[in-house]
């Protein structure tokens, strides 16, 4: 069993940053891979980001270049820094931890206001 914690979700005008943090209560965390996902009032919940235990990473078309995922195994810990954030960008914001059944935090609100 893994519990995932997500934090720092909130407001913030278009043009500024927030930083995702989700620690995970295992250290299984330093072998899995870990995904970001979102999902806006009535679409689909979507990929965002996803990290590789290696380190590799993947981003949607929509936010590449914009925003980073990282991972810091020591702390059991992945982050989502997002800069240049548009309006399209709000939404709930869910962290996944990819082991057998995967693993998913409760996921937090991210609001961008024009």
């Known amino acids: 069993q893994v519990q995932l914690v997500e934090s720092g979700g909130g407001l913030v005008q278009a043009g500024g940053s927030l930083r995702l943090s989700c620690a995970a209560s295992r250290n299984i965390f330093s072998i899995s891979a870990m995904g970001w996902y979102r999902q806006a009032p009535g679409q689909q919940r979507e990929l965002v980001a996803r990290?590789?235990?290696?380190?590799?990473?993947d981003y949607a078309d929509s936010v590449r270049g914009r925003f980073t995922i990282s991972r810091d195994n020591a702390n059991n810990t992945v982050h989502l820094q997002m800069n240049s954030l548009k309006p399209e960008d709000t939404a709930v914001y869910y962290c996944k931890l990819f082991y057998r059944n995967d693993y998913w935090g409760q996921g937090t609100q991210v609001t961008v206001s024009s």
């Open positions: 990290i590789t235990s290696g380190g590799s990473t």
